[in-house]
């Protein structure tokens, strides 16, 4: 099975702030990499599809980068909306797999 | 608009049965490819099964030969047929779709049902 590591784990931010998430797959992925938000009581939303593309109606201050086995997913300007958990899944091969997750949180 | 709506969890006794039924509307269940991934309370997330459009099926080790997944297109439904249960299948079981065509992420989610394991 191809092992999802991101890190960090949770971070404190602040509005405005420039937020990056690394995801590292066991294995390469190419770029079959997808990037998720949830909030809490809620299912998990699109962001970022193919390691890079940013899912219709996601705001442009999210971007995705990275294939083989190292991924980023940045938020260029945190607004409060964006306070979240955020999950990298690799969609490469069966079992599906996802990473451990990154909550953000307010500073 | 395209909408899933899960329906079935609840609270069930360890080695007892459930299914989830997963309706959709504004696309078509049997033509794309969909799964189930479930989040135990305060855990992260972790896939159980997938259907492609072709009919070929695929379980998670920590759920294969007690769970099947189906759909029945006469009414646009996914199901997850749950046996053996065990107290570790509690989570908020969420069934969604990739109508990319391209296995490029899940675009579509439900609201997700609860299905607790205890005695």
């Known amino acids: 099975d191809i092992q999802m590591t991101q890190s960090p784990s949770s971070l404190s931010a602040s509005v405005g702030d420039r937020v990056t998430i690394t995801c590292r797959a066991s294995q390469s992925i190419s770029s079959y990499l997808n990037w998720y938000q949830q909030k809490p009581g809620k299912a998990p939303k699109l962001l970022i599809y193919?390691?890079?593309s940013l899912q219709s109606g996601v705001p442009s201050r999210f971007s995705g980068s990275g294939s083989g086995t190292d991924f980023t997913l940045t938020i260029s300007s945190l607004q409060p909306e964006d306070f979240a958990t955020y999950y990298c899944?690799?969609?490469?091969?069966?079992?599906?797999?996802f990473g451990g997750g990154t909550k953000v949180e307010i500073k | 608009e395209v909408q899933l709506v899960e329906t079935g969890g609840g609270l069930i006794q360890p080695g007892g049965s459930l299914r989830l039924s997963c309706a959709a509307s504004?696309?078509?269940?049997?033509?794309?490819?969909m799964s189930w991934v479930r989040q135990a309370p305060g855990k992260g997330l972790e896939w159980v099964s997938s259907?492609?459009?072709?009919?070929?099926?695929y379980y998670a080790d920590s759920v294969k030969g007690r769970f099947t997944i189906s759909r029945d297109s006469s009414k646009n439904t996914l199901y997850l047929q749950m046996n053996s249960l065990r107290p570790e299948d509690t989570a908020v079981y969420y069934c969604?779709?990739?109508?990319?065509?391209?296995?490029?992420?899940?675009?579509?989610w439900g609201q997700g049902t609860l299905v607790t394991v205890s005695s």
């Open positions: 504004g696309f078509t269940v049997s033509s794309n490819y």
């Open positions: 193919a390691a890079s």
């Open positions: 259907i492609y459009s072709g009919g070929n099926t």
């Open positions: 969604a779709g990739d109508t990319s065509g391209y296995s490029v992420g899940f675009q579509h």
């Open positions: 899944q690799q969609s490469s091969r069966i079992p599906l797999t």
